[in-house]
């Protein structure tokens, strides 16, 4: 079993800047294919960051050029770095792997004002 856990959302204005914090913790094999989700009120959980089974990384077209997936396997953690926040990122952020394998944590609420 596989618990995450997802922290570092919160209140910021537009144009701002939150680093999201992933941890896997339990029987983890490998982050290699972590990717990090977002879900509104209005749409379904999407996909917004990841990193592909090549080692490179892929992002929505949305968030692209403001966020930056990153991981650090000896903690077996990923991070989200997002920029240039606008408000419609807002929304509950979760992490989980590109093919869905583990359970959803709780995820963090993010909310930017315009």
């Known amino acids: 079993q596989v618990q995450l856990v997802e922290s570092g959302g919160g209140l910021v204005q537009a144009g701002g800047s939150l680093r999201l914090t992933c941890v896997a913790s339990g029987t983890v094999l490998s982050i290699n294919t972590m990717a990090w989700y977002r879900q509104t009120p209005t749409k379904q959980r999407e996909r917004v960051a990841s990193?592909?089974?090549?080692?490179?990384?892929a992002y929505g077209d949305s968030v692209k050029g403001r966020f930056t997936i990153s991981k650090d396997n000896a903690k077996n953690t990923v991070y989200l770095q997002m920029n240039s926040l606008r408000p419609e990122d807002t929304g509950v952020y979760f992490c989980n792997t590109r093919g869905l394998s583990f359970s959803w944590g709780q995820g963090t609420q993010v909310t930017v004002s315009a």
């Open positions: 990193f592909t089974s090549g080692g490179g990384t």
